[in-house]
């Protein structure tokens, strides 16, 4: 075995099994995340210190929350079908539905939660910036716990690193020639503390610095902190692919849209003056 390397012990993607029924970790993390967002979103709506003009109610993020549910998990798959890996998927279409199995794509699923907060503020008259910021604030908690759940089912591992101290050796890291296992980053809990723990720091402090009466801007700012923590962590991740051969990978030019329309929402946040009550 490699020296400077931690070995991590297998772990049962499935929680509990009771009969045909399997609890995962995976579907956990979803779960939770969506219910952890649910609740902070209502803090955020129900606090009217942190806005100009409240938007809605916390009873209304009550109906928001079964919206971006279904944009979540339909965008997701979708995306990873689509974006990821349209060749397997088109083979097998079988496998399209069973999300249970894992497969589920950022950039998708931020494009259909983003799809539900816009039409369900349409349809209840509340101002779509502030929702858009709203559902940006609480993104990073799902992102964390999604990560965790990538490392708990062992994929999306990082690029091989020998010699690392932090390196890790999974039971699914590959073989060298010599029969040893080669360690590999893990890149799933880089993401986790860039993408999730530390964007929600972040976009926390700059909602209690009053962010939230500039509609649009924690929007924006997610977008950039986003785009930059992926990119960066893509450096260490095994990567999904290569755009035209490289140098960028499929997650770094996935993330360019986000950064174009952050910066477009934070210039327009900034330009405009804060709304009064």
Not at 35 to 57: H, K
């Amino acid at each position: 075995m490699p020296d400077h390397a931690i070995v991590v012990p297998y772990i049962d993607p499935v929680l509990i099994q009771l009969g045909p029924l399997a609890i995962r970790w995976y579907a956990l993390a979803y779960i939770f995340g969506l219910l952890g967002g649910w609740y902070y979103a209502r803090r955020l709506v129900g606090n009217g210190r942190l806005w100009a003009i409240q938007p809605g109610t916390p009873v209304q993020l009550d109906d928001l929350l079964v919206w971006v549910t279904l944009g979540v998990v339909i965008g997701g798959r979708l995306g990873q079908v689509l974006l990821y890996d349209p060749s397997y998927y088109f083979a097998n279409p079988w496998e399209i539905p069973q999300v249970w199995h894992g497969g589920m794509a950022f950039h998708g699923g931020l494009i259909g939660a983003a799809v539900a907060v816009i039409l369900f503020a349409w349809s209840s008259r509340i101002p779509v910036l502030s929702y858009l910021d709203i559902a940006s604030a609480v993104a990073p908690i799902g992102l964390f716990l999604g990560r965790i759940a990538n490392f708990i089912n062992d994929e999306l591992w990082g690029r091989a690193a020998r010699g690392v101290s932090w390196a890790m050796i999974s039971p699914s890291s590959p073989l060298a020639a010599d029969g040893t296992a080669i360690p590999r980053y893990p890149s799933q809990l880089l993401e986790a503390g860039l993408e999730g723990l530390a964007l929600f720091i972040i976009l926390f402090i700059m909602t209690r610095m009053g962010a939230l009466k500039r509609p649009g801007l924690i929007a924006g700012m997610f977008g950039l902190g986003y785009a930059a923590a992926r990119s960066f962590c893509e450096l260490y991740r095994e990567p999904d692919g290569l755009v035209f051969g490289g140098p960028l990978t499929i997650g770094q030019a996935y993330s360019i849209p986000m950064v174009a329309i952050g910066i477009g929402l934070v210039a327009y946040a900034m330009m405009r003056r804060p709304k009064a009550a």
